[in-house]
C-alpha cells in the first residue's frame, strides 16, 4: 500500500484528489494539510511513501519546502502537482529533488499513475514535457533561455517578479542583499536584458507571476 500525504492549500483540490484516488486499491491518503508548516508538523508524526506538494503553498516557497523535506526525509518521495507551468518549473523541482511534475492541467488518471511511478523510485514527467524539454521550438525561445538557470536562480525571480525587493528576497531565500544582488545581475547576463523592467518582462514571459 503506497501512503500519501497532500500538501495543497486549496480545500477543493485536496478534497478532489481524495475523492479521485479513492478506487485506487493500492494507495491510500494518510493526511492532507493546507500549509508547509502543517505539513512539517504532521511527517513528525507520519511518514508517507510519496507526498503530494504544491508550489504555491503558504508560508515556504514550495522549492525551499521541498528541500528542506528532501533534506530531513530523504526516502519520501515528492511528486509536484501544481498549477504552475510545467515547463517552467519542472527541471527546477526535479533538481531540487522531486521525483516528479504533475500539471494540474493533465488528465486526472495520470495522478495515480505519478503516485504508483514515483513510489517504485523511477522519475515522472508526462510526454508532452519530456517532448519540450527535448524540442526547443522557436516560438519558445524565453523558455530556452529559462533553462539556463539554477534552482536558487529561479526563486530570486519568481520573487523579484512577485514584487519583492531584496531585502524581502534575501529574508524570504536566507541570503544577504549582496548576494542576491549578484543573483539579478546573473539573472540579466543568462536572459539577456539588461535592466530590471525588461528582466520581469522576462519573468511574465516565462510565466513566472
Known sequence: MIKVIVADNHPIVRYGIRALLR????????????????????LQEYTPDVLILELDIPQINGIAALRHIKEAYPDIKVLIYSGQSEDVYALSTIRAGASGYLSKTSDSENLATAIQKVA????????????????????????????????????????????????????????????????????????NVDNLVDLLQQAKALELY
Request: charge should be positive; hydrophobic fraction near 40%.
Open 120 to 191: 517504485r523510485g523511477s522519475m515522472f514527467i508526462t510526454n508532452e514535457l519530456a517532448q519540450r524539454l527535448a524540442f526547443d521550438q522557436g516560438s519558445q525561445k524565453p523558455r530556452r533561455f529559462f533553462r539556463k538557470l539554477s534552482t536558487r536562480e529561479v526563486e530570486v525571480l519568481k520573487m523579484l517578479a512577485n514584487g519583492k525587493r531584496n531585502k524581502e528576497v534575501a529574508l524570504g531565500l536566507n541570503l544577504n542583499e549582496k548576494t542576491v544582488s549578484t543573483y539579478k545581475a546573473r539573472l540579466m547576463k543568462k536572459l
Open 23 to 42: 478506487g485506487a486499491e493500492d494507495i491510500r491518503i494518510i493526511g492532507d494539510v493546507p500549509s508547509t508548516n502543517a505539513l512539517f508538523e504532521m
